[in-house]
């Protein structure tokens, strides 16, 4: 698990408590509105002295208690699913995993891909994943019963959930991660409230519902509108607790829902029938609590302050967590193996992207840059973790583009040594077109390298670019030729000399200004939106400072050199330290901690001397490579006369912890970046509560946080589990000039518990960048530092989208999008501008009601943005709008909504079926020890009335090639006997998905019952014995249950 540091604004929270470790971690809440999402809701403590703030709505309540909410029930889901995972598919380091019972995810991380992996990609992933869930509770979803499962409305949320699967699907698919992840958080919170909103639980159920949201699925027998379901229950009794529903409910096996007050549909208020003893959904904030029948049926949490039926919430809650690994299982049968990896960023490297300027002057750095390329696809193979994916955007003037991906850099070589350097001339190019379309392409956590000698000349997109970067936490790297003196196009007036900068260190001045504060960092004094450098355009500078990287210049003379930069082993990097501005002799200072495998000094700028020196005393000058090239643990990786990149593996210098001093003597102006391959590392993220929602709710802020608006930091420390972190002695706020603005400094001695800090955003201004660094000691007692990637920028505005950020509809669709903008700051006039993020064919069809509008301080309006799905968008295609709201005094705001190109005529909805057959069986007497040396076989028969096109198996097997088509058949040669159960999924062309699955017993009746799981779709036995086996069991079920009536879902709901 990570460690997870929440700060509140206005309130000062302490330590709090922490489940057990076979729990992940819980997201616990600083006040009375935080993170209290619907269906299962959050917990949290106050200062240590003041107890829990359940305690504030129930004085009574046992703060031992243990609590399920949405964000650890997912996170719960996918540890199972990632152990599954890692226990069928051999590690890529080739090691053994060992899985331990009650190991965390990192723990399971950590034992597959290796101790010095990074799981802040993966953990990142799961929250956007209930980040996006927790959206659901928001605004005009959260009042929604549709998404909720509530108010009876469990056709229509069934109904949601079905269309949205095949949207899912054909996103994740595509590598549409940010979107893909946004869709499955919406599903998941329905999915999950299922079980604490609707009564399966009192029906008796021991088993979660397996047709949740499936296409072709059908939720049976719903309580009509016009039957009663509750009894009368005073809010004081045991009644509630006892089952207030009516007996006649219970022995029909007919499903119902809690009404809440404040629910409505489209602005329509949703409330209990009239005159129908309907229940409600209960607890302190429901009022329609109080209207006869009293009470309520919600299992959100387990105190009856909360929830009426609280004694039930733990079981809820293992239904949920079944549930959502089953529908994460599902996801990963219906878009393979490959897509779901990278859904989850769970591979500990990441992609590599290259943007590259194809004009005529830029023919000696696009031949240098196929010969690197060439390289990588010689060491692709020999990688254990070599980048997830390869990809190139070509760019020209005024023509960019398009993308070309691929999962190995054979395509990308190719496509390269094809690529001709023609054209230009007038020098400014589209090199911000041809970023934001590899940003908008690029996974999360790419590394982007751009190639160009040229100026900007699309200036306007740079908000656009680099809120994507940002949003997306991708490193954008510029390689610069720097055939002229500045961006504009004026030439050098002065020669370069290569190697005037190289001097022998015994001729260092000894008088170097030294560092020696807490931090040991410095930064220039340049001011937000004015970096200087000695070009003249500064945005690729300043893109580079905001997403944690740096500027690189080279010189065609040194143009193989410096594509070097480009390898082949590509990690998310943490940032130990960086300094930019330096000027004047120095030493800079920064510590290197046992949890570190590896780090890199990056120097960038003309320089005499830069003088490593080791904890030890040992000494290098990193611009004599030759001094050192031979010693253990030190590497060169690329040195130009303005740049010198080198590299220190702590695994051959493991007696060198502690801290390392680079003392520098620049020439011109001089950038350093430290950067450390470490599982340990910090994400931080922004959230506002949603106090006025129907269910309150945490609210990331995906953009800038806004100086004015209540608002929460969370610092996560990633790979605490492994690390065994002695101390976090602060975290703090740094401007650019290394002042100190805010800090806190903390006494947490345990790596498993949330902490709440005051994070004083009023102290900041928006016209300045901020850094967050957390510091203490590692579990060796040697000091850390992590730096955040991404630059804090304050914004002073909000922008809202109350219906939700997915947007969907056939071409020739206009869709009415309603948007709320709130100035958080002084009364201000802000222009609006949308943005495809693609700038392509829909680019011209987006209009908003009002291009400027005038609001006062902490004022709201309300806007609608139009969107005409351009007729040669094609079915299945998805894209992404940008909103921009500007303003003369810097009060900015940036948003983003998804949508997706749905298809009119498309309506099948009917999944493959399967059947298996076993050919052979195991002996009776086989234990764990002596499976293994046994198989068995199994025929493998798939049929769909279009095309099967994707099929999957638990565990994992190797699938024969085969042609899409109406039915496919195979045989499986060698399962093991240690796995006598057998799952097959298939998925058709519309991602329509069946299953079934077999498991071998000791006798052939045996066998027949273990396939006769009547009500899983998609099973199709393959004789009369069966079937007739099958029949009878539905028959005792429908008995048992004695359900009466079936609902017919709607093929199509409305916008979800």
Known sequence: MSLTIRC???????????????????????????????????????????????????????????VWHHREITREAVRRQVVKYFQDVPSPTGGVYNHRTGMTLEEAYAEYYGAQASPRPFLQAIRDIVDAQAEADAGGLGQDPRYHFGAER????????????????????SGEVDQARYMLGLSLTA?????SHTNWIELGNEEFNRNLGLTGATIDNVASQREETCLDCRLDDQVCKNNNIFQDIIDQGK???????????????????????????????????????????????????FSPHHHLHHKAAEQAVQATEWYLQLLRGGIG??????????????????????????AQELASLTHTVNRLVQLHAQQANPPTEYLLVPFNDPSYGPVYRSKTPDLIYQQLSRLRAVGGGDEPEPVLSALRLALLNAPPHSQVYIFTDASVKDRELFPVVAFLAHIKNIMVTPVITKRYNSFDGSFRSEPVNEYNYYKNEKNIDKNFKTLENNDNINYSNSERMGVQTRSGDTLLYDLSIRTGSHVVEMTQENVEATTKLINGQLYPKAIIAHKEGIKTQQTMTFPVDSLVQEFEVVLRGSLTAAILTSPTGSQFNLPFAANFEEEKGFKIIAITPSLIQASVNMTERFNEFGSWKLRLEPQSELSVHVYANTPMDVAAA?????????????????????????????????????????????????????????????????????????????????????????????????????????ILELGGAVIGFPLGREIWGPIGDTLAIPLTLTNTHATDTFFLQAYDATGGLSAQHITLSQRSVHIGSNETVSLTMKLVIHNQLPPGSSNSIILAATSAHGANALARAYFYVASLFNNDQTPPSCRITPQSSCNEDLNGNTCHNQRWQARIDVYDNQKVFKIETVPSQYIPNFIAGPSVAFTLQSLSCCEQRLDVQATDMNFNTGFCFVEIGKSPSEQAVSLGAAGISGIVLGSIAFLIIVIVLIVLIIRRRRRSKQVTLPRRGSRS
């Open 154 to 173: 469990i056709s229509e949320s069934q109904a949601i959930l079905q269309q949205r699967w095949r949207r899912l699907a054909e996103v994740a698919s």
């Open 255 to 305: 499903l119902t829902s809690g009404y809440l007050d404040g629910y409505n549909i489209a602005g329509t208020s949703v409330e209990k029938p009239p005159g129908v003893g309907k229940c409600s959904h209960g607890g302190n904030r429901d009022a329609s609590r109080s209207e006869s029948p009293r009470g309520g049926i919600n299992k959100e949490l387990p105190t009856s302050c």
């Open 686 to 790: 922004f959230y506002i509560p949603g106090t006025y929602d129907t269910s309150p709710s945490m609210q990331r802020v995906w953009g800038m946080p806004s100086q004015g608006a209540f608002t929460y930091l969370d610092i996560t420390i990633t790979g605490v589990d492994t690390a065994k972190l002695r101390q976090v002695d602060a975290v703090r706020i740094i401007d650019q000039s290394n002042s100190e603005v805010y800090r806190e400094n903390l006494s947490i001695t345990s790596p498993r518990r949330n902490t709440y800090i005051q994070a004083p955003l009023k102290r900041l201004t928006t016209d300045k960048f901020y850094t967050l660094v957390v510091q203490g000691k590692d579990g060796s007692g040697y000091p850390f530092r992590r730096e955040s990637q991404s």
């Open 8 to 66: 509140n604004i206005p309130i000062r929270i302490g330590l709090a408590k922490m489940l057990p470790r076979t729990l992940t971690t819980v997201l616990l809440v600083a006040g009375l509105t935080c993170d209290m999402t619907s269906g299962f809701l959050g917990r949290g403590s106050l200062l240590e002295t003041e107890g829990d703030i359940f305690g504030i709505y129930c004085p009574e309540f046992n703060t031992a208690t243990r």
């Open 337 to 362: 193996t490959e897509a779901w990896l990278q859904l989850l960023s769970l591979s500990p490297s990441t992609a590599l992207v290259i943007v590259v300027d194809t004009t005529v002057s830029m």
């Open 191 to 195: 999915i999950q409230d299922f079980y």
